[in-house]
């Protein structure tokens, strides 16, 4: 489950639906940008999915070339395998005497959650501790089909020479923590909506060609629906990721910047903020 719980962090709403397939994508093309700073600064923008089917090929040369010309690789979280994740999520998802999980989204919606409680063979009683946000990353893990060994950010970290994080993971569980208790309910919604709907193969295939309409179509406009959601996880994170990114170009190093495909997308997106700084962005593929 923890390593399930750690591969839905970033972009859940696009992780947590069912990957599968993908032996009909054709040639990979997933989104890549280079970005040149006014005062020659470069870096790479890659979004990255954070759970694949089983033989999906993703690589291609300009990507390789990227990656060859960078010289750090910046992640959400720099260590995926940390043993701190099981017990920093304890630490801020439980706490004793919390309702009955249908009980914490309106009435008119219970039976959503109920189907994605039943779709991954829980009860209301396995949440009587854990706080609303917590229980929607479990059963998000539970139901997936993907799996998230075969994240793009994993093989990257895997194989980078030197790796960097813009958050910790105690950061973006925080994220979560510090939604007020209606936003984690719309959350928990909007996690079993996205689980309902199985529109994972479709954002998969979308990611997988570099089709950036259909994923934001997919991604990005349910969650469009719950204000508070996109700002707290994603428009808020991009914002606070681009300190740590300017330190680095400022060190006079050539970031490859590989997060979640859902922080790429629409006008608040890393390549719109980006541009917005001066760089001149271009779509590599």
Request: glycine letters at 10%; aromatic letters at 8%; proline letters at 5%.
């Amino acid at each position: 489950m923890w390593r399930g719980i750690l591969g839905l962090l970033g972009a859940l709403w696009l992780a947590s639906c069912g990957v599968f397939g993908g032996e009909d994508w054709g040639e990979p093309s997933p989104a890549l940008w280079e970005a040149i700073g006014p005062d020659g600064e470069k870096l790479w923008l890659f979004g990255t999915i954070h759970a694949l089917p089983n033989g999906v090929e993703w690589r291609t040369p300009a990507l390789e070339d990227a990656l060859a010309q960078s010289d750090v690789l910046l992640v959400e979280i720099a260590d995926l395998d940390t043993p701190d994740l099981q017990a920093t999520f304890r630490e801020l998802s439980q706490t004793p005497g919390q309702l009955p999980l249908t009980q914490r989204v309106p009435a008119a919606s219970r039976d959503d959650v109920r189907q994605l409680m039943d779709n991954a063979r829980a009860k209301n009683g396995d949440f009587v501790n854990v706080e609303t946000w917590g229980a929607a990353l479990m059963l998000a893990s539970n139901v997936r089909e993907s799996d998230p060994a075969n994240g793009v950010d994993r093989a990257l970290t895997q194989e980078a020479d030197k790796v960097a994080g813009l958050e910790t993971i105690a950061g973006q569980l925080g994220v979560f923590d510090n939604l007020s208790q209606a936003d984690q309910a719309d959350f928990l919604l909007l996690t079993a909506r996205s689980s309902a709907t199985n529109d994972g193969q479709s954002a998969g295939e979308a990611w997988h060609k570099g089709d950036l309409q259909t994923l934001d179509r997919l991604v990005s406009e349910p969650l469009l629906a719950y204000p508070a959601l996109y700002g707290a996880l994603l428009t808020g994170r991009n914002e606070s990721w681009m300190p740590a990114i300017e330190d680095h170009l400022a060190a006079g190093q050539k970031p490859f910047i590989a997060v979640g495909a859902a922080h790429m997308l629409g006008t608040q997106g890393l390549p719109q903020l980006f541009t917005a700084r001066g760089f001149t962005v271009k779509r590599l593929q």
